[in-house]
């Protein structure tokens, strides 16, 4: 069913668990996988987008599926990381797109806004969003 899956990773703790459903679904449906880190120029003072990929990839246990690693350009704000993302999707020709959502709610989330959310709007791929522990 998914035969190209891409997961939109950061230096967040959500990654992981996307990253680990991404994999599952992969090895199900013998899927590659493509995973993107969106930069801007709001995330400068976290790792660098080559730390979080390497990071992201070094995870990865399933040998036999097929990855591929990204960097997408934002322009601004999680708009902006979403449209990025959305746009990699599509150029790749993503089936399913995974993604950590922290879950934030009230003023946190107004004020920060939500990745997961924004790409809910803009993907055109199924989207699985995956919940911390």
Known sequence: MYKKIMVAVDDGKTSQGALNEAQNIANSYNGAICIVHAIS?????????????????????????????ITAEAMYGAAGIAESISVAASEWGADLV????????????????????????????????????
């Open 41 to 69: 120029n709001e995330s400068e003072g976290n790792q660098s987008a080559a730390e979080v990929l390497a990071k992201a990839e070094a995870s990865m246990n399933a040998l036999s599926v097929e990855t591929r690693l």
């Open 98 to 133: 995974v993604v950590g959502t922290a879950n934030r709610r009230g003023l946190d989330r107004f004020v920060m806004g939500s990745v997961a959310e924004q790409l809910v709007s803009k993907v055109k791929a199924s989207i699985l969003l995956v919940r911390p522990e």
